[in-house]
């Protein structure tokens, strides 16, 4: 079975424990942002379950930009790596599972 986007996303982000990603996405026209750094992911703008098993990013979600930065995340000193990654762009930089 194929891991979803997240799981690729996160499964990124443990063979690069010192990024982070920050995943803009659509949701049914409304905008999302997630953050992903080191297996989690969390969303910046609507309630994510404490339970890790729960995903983030539903299923009908488009991602319109990856930004990967240098970790740790803190928001008023953002260190970017590459901004506005395409999905074609960043998955091409996954290992093949």
């Known amino acids: 079975m194929a891991l979803s986007i997240e799981k690729q996303l996160e499964q990124y982000t443990l063979q690069h424990p ?7 996405i659509d949701v049914n026209g409304e905008p999302d942002e997630i953050l992903i750094f080191r297996g ?6 609507r309630p994510t ?27 008023d000193d953002l260190h970017y790596l590459e901004r506005q990654l395409s999905w074609a762009e960043f998955s091409q930089r996954l290992s093949p599972n």
């Open 18 to 24: 010192k990024e982070v990603l920050l995943v803009s």
């Open 40 to 45: 989690f992911s969390s969303s910046l703008v």
């Open 49 to 75: 379950s404490p339970d890790p098993d729960v995903p983030v990013m539903p299923d009908d979600a488009s991602i319109t930009a990856i930004d990967r930065l240098a970790g740790p995340y803190q928001p």
